[in-house]
């Protein structure tokens, strides 16, 4: 009897000790062949998968990562990556990432690379090519032929958006600033993280725009649809959304975009999480697009719990953990915010963070 008990308090044991699922491969670039330096520090700040990791746990490994990254970078604050990019070129004429990607550090190593993490996907999503150029029109850029520069995650059903118990493991691909790729990789897997622990906590990242001067998918597509938020007003706090089913011509209408020349895009130094651009008829500011002048913005979770798209309090908090200069702390135009986009500070403005 006794040997009896004690095999089943060692059964118990045993099965709450039994880790999750197997994690998945933490961040990668796909030119460590040519970047050893890079790829070598990636590895060195992995993030920990312990079977009963606390949310304290979590963070802490993340703050202690991120010194160590930076450590291994020589960094103190994130705009010296800017004025270390910029230093690489004359200056003379227009800012580019399709130059400064080509180019290579003083150790050898591209300031350009393809950065492939891990992410949340919802049920039924699609894959979408994305390409980049030097263009003055995304529409040129999705007429090619373009560069390929990554790849998107396309949900067409808010119902599928917010189902956050049927989401699976995948990955994202896109460039960036080879010196920033390691600090990047820790605040994506991090995100990724907290979902992995807590379903609750699962954000989709469907689209992450990092280093391009335009940027679109291909309009060889046809005509699709899909669901977004439209609100009473375009500037109040209110959160009485309704959900709209938005018509577009091809996915480049929905995804595209053109960085300015001083962006810290065209430095591969700025990360846009779920940029979409839902400026359709009928839809009034439609979230989660980018530039958003409505006091709701503010109300990060819950602007999350009616799309899951949109970027809760704690993942700003994580950003501001790594330096990263954050929405609400700088205006696009006017008092208009460009809520889905951190980056590393500019000369001008300084930067959050240490």
Same mark, same amino acid.
């Given at each position: ?7 089943? %308090? ?19 670039? @796909? ?16 993030? *920990? #998968? ?9 963070d !802490? ?5 991120? +010194?160590?990254?930076?450590?291994? @970078?020589g ?13 690489l070129?004359?200056?003379? &004429? ?24 891990? %992410? ?7 894959k ?15 007429? &090619? ?19 956050? *118990? ?6 994202? !691909? ?11 990789g ?20 469907? %689209?992450?725009? &990092? ?32 959900v ?17 020349? &001083?962006?810290? /895009?065209r ?11 839902? /400026? ?15 006091? +709701? ?11 899951? +798209? ?5 993942? #700003? ?23 889905? /986009?951190?980056?590393?500070g500019?000369?001008?403005?300084? %930067?959050?963070?240490?």
């Amino acid at each position: 009897m006794l040997l009896l008990l004690a095999f089943t %308090v060692d059964a118990i044991t045993l099965e709450a000790m039994e880790p999750g699922p197997k994690p998945p491969s933490p961040p990668r670039i @796909l030119e460590a062949a040519h970047a050893p330096r890079t790829a070598r520090i990636m590895r060195q700040v992995a993030l *920990a #998968y312990d079977p009963q990791m606390t949310p304290a746990a979590r963070d !802490q490994d993340l703050l202690t990562k991120v +010194r160590r990254c930076k450590s291994l @970078l020589g960094l103190g604050r994130l705009v010296e990556l800017r004025y270390q990019t910029l230093n690489l070129r004359s200056l003379v &004429g227009e800012v580019s990432w399709e130059d400064l990607h080509r180019r290579r550090w003083p150790d050898g190593e591209p300031v350009g690379v393809t950065l492939s993490v891990p %992410v949340w996907v919802p049920a039924g999503a699609q894959k979408i090519k994305t390409y980049c150029g030097f263009e003055k029109k995304w529409q040129t850029v999705a007429a &090619g032929p373009a560069r390929p520069c990554g790849y998107i995650w396309h949900v067409a059903r808010m119902a599928a958006i917010n189902d956050k *118990a049927h989401y699976r493991a995948d990955r994202l !691909q896109f460039e960036i600033n080879s010196k920033f790729a390691p600090l990047v990789g820790l605040l994506l897997e991090y995100i990724f993280r907290e979902g992995y622990y807590d379903v609750s906590r699962r954000v989709p990242l469907l %689209v992450v725009r &990092g280093g391009e001067d335009t940027f679109a998918a291909h309009n060889g597509s046809g005509p699709v649809t899909a669901e977004c938020l439209s609100f009473p007003d375009h500037d109040g706090a209110s959160l009485a959304a309704t959900v709209s089913l938005c018509h577009f011509q091809n996915l480049a209408a929905m995804y595209h975009g053109r960085h300015a020349p &001083g962006s810290n /895009h065209r430095l591969g130094l700025a990360l846009d999480l779920n940029d979409f651009n839902y /400026h359709v008829p009928g839809v009034v500011d439609g979230t989660p697009n980018a530039i958003s002048p409505s006091a +709701r913005q503010y109300n990060r979770d819950a602007m999350h719990k009616l799309d899951a +798209r949109n970027m809760p309090s704690w993942v #700003y908090r994580a950003a501001k953990w790594l330096g990263c200069r954050l929405p609400m702390e700088w205006n696009y135009e006017g008092y208009q915010t460009d809520w889905e /986009h951190v980056d590393v500070g500019t000369s001008k403005t300084g %930067v959050s963070g240490q």
